[in-house]
């Protein structure tokens, strides 16, 4: 890896706690029409976005904080999306940028991408793609033709940015009805396929836009998380090449520890609240705003207010009333009992909680140890699950996911 990456937010251990992470619902905009979609019912409300002159005005009162998650609806619908970035590098010293995409507008996503490596030098982003299953299972969850596009837009990142360590490859797939019988099938596929660092498996959250998706339960999620534990020394491998023995040992080590940690705690949240056991950060190191500025301490939360009541000031806002009450009303988790399965914020509290951050690593890290037995992932398993799902080999030909001709062995796969 020639470019590496800048000491990031998650490699630090905080025990300050004030605003970290500001997650942006940049448009109510998108184009899908995701059955799992928890946002649906607000985007369906079409309320104007927050304007360039609003956001302007959140960012030059917000501060110096770290991560800023962009959400919507669709991100890349929002054309002023690079320039409001930049004013958060700009003023508020952004160290981590979390971009997720369903990843239909290929080339704005990789002309995005260029642009802000060019005037965010020093910040870490993280793009993340939405991939749910082979094909047809993709396209039906999604709801509109995208697997395809999807892929290309995967293949497109990863061709200008291989060496590139400040662009962080993701994918994200959501466990529903429609993939849970291949879920397994596909977190194979697509660590052969795609040269990403991670592949994080959600499960849907909230409210969906099609009843009924929501079919995992604590143990069918453990059972899957548990089989596919063997691949996340895998990514860890991946994500330290290039570092010498004792960056690989750390990076082996966060990493499997987060994921396994953030994975058990929200298998026991599936289906009731099920304390952390440590204290969940909402609206001390997180605000939420959505795109016509409401604001929350979490996702999961009710609004409790508007950032134009407070002329889009965050610090009237992290210090005003509603969200001292709310604060107060959360406990940390423990007097609201709104535990819940949300990785981002189980992430970010995992790091304002550093006393308890080592023993949860140290535990998952034994797990994962008992749980990894070799898997093999090459040309042929690959082949064979695409002859499996139908997957159309000449596209990914033209993709460059695969040589051509699609039956010569592609390289790297091991
Ligand atoms: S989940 Fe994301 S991509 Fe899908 S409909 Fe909702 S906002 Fe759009
Ligand atoms: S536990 Fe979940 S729902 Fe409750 S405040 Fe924290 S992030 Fe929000």
């Given amino acids: 890896m020639k470019t590496k990456r800048s000491g990031s937010s998650f490699n630090s251990l905080n025990s300050e706690r004030k605003l970290e992470s500001l997650f942006l619902f940049t448009t109510g905009k998108c184009n899908a029409k995701c059955a799992m979609c928890f946002y649906a019912n607000d985007m369906e409300k079409k309320a104007p976005d927050l304007s360039f002159g609003d956001i302007k005005k959140i960012s030059e009162t917000a501060g110096p904080f770290k991560r800023l998650w962009l959400s919507g609806g669709e991100p890349t619908l929002r054309e002023d999306l690079p320039e409001i970035i930049e004013m958060f590098y700009r003023n508020n010293h952004i ?3 979390n971009f997720p995409t369903n990843g ?130 895998l990514y860890a491998k991946r994500i330290g090449a290039g570092m010498n023995a004792i960056g690989r040992g750390l990076t082996k080590f966060f990493y499997v520890g987060l994921m396994r940690t953030m994975y058990n705690i929200r298998a026991a949240n599936l289906e009731k609240p099920s304390c952390w056991n440590m204290d969940c950060t909402a609206g001390e190191t997180t605000l939420v705003i959505d795109y ?97 799902y139908r997957i159309d080999r000449d596209k990914l030909a033209a993709i460059g996911l695969i040589a051509v001709p699609a039956d010569a062995v592609r390289a790297g796969v091991a």
């Avoid at 002309?111 to 299972?137: A, H």
């Avoid at 409790?304 to 988790?333: F, N, P, T, W």
């Fill in 95 to 97: 160290t981590d940028i």
């Fill in 104 to 233: 239909i507008k290929t080339d704005r996503v990789v002309s995005w991408l260029q642009r802000l490596r060019r005037n965010c030098p020093d910040s870490n982003i993280s793009i993340s793609v939405s991939l749910d299953g082979f094909g047809k299972t993709h396209d039906t969850q999604r709801g509109v033709t995208s697997f395809y596009r999807a892929a290309e837009t995967l293949k497109k990142i990863d061709d200008h940015f291989r060496d590139d360590g400040h662009v962080i490859k993701n994918i994200a797939t959501v466990i529903t009805k429609y993939n849970i019988e291949e879920i397994i099938d596909f977190v194979t596929w697509v660590y052969g396929r795609f040269n990403v660092s991670t592949h994080t498996i959600e499960a849907a959250r909230g409210l969906t836009r099609e009843a009924g998706v929501k079919v995992l339960t604590e143990k069918s999620l453990r059972d899957i998380q548990d089989t596919i534990a063997p691949f996340y020394p």
């Fill in 292 to 388: 016509d500025g409401r604001f929350r301490s979490c996702e999961l939360r009710e609004p409790i207010g508007s950032v134009k009541d407070y002329d889009c000031d965050v610090q009237r806002i992290l210090h005003g009333e509603a969200m001292k009450k709310e604060i107060e009303a959360i406990g940390h988790g423990y007097r609201a009992n709104c535990w819940c399965t949300h990785g981002c914020w189980i992430m970010s509290s995992i790091t304002f909680n550093p006393g308890k951050m080592i023993g949860m690593m140290i535990k998952s890290n034994r797990e994962i140890k008992r749980l990894v037995r070799p898997v093999t992932v090459n040309e042929a398993v690959l082949r064979e699950l695409e002859d499996k």
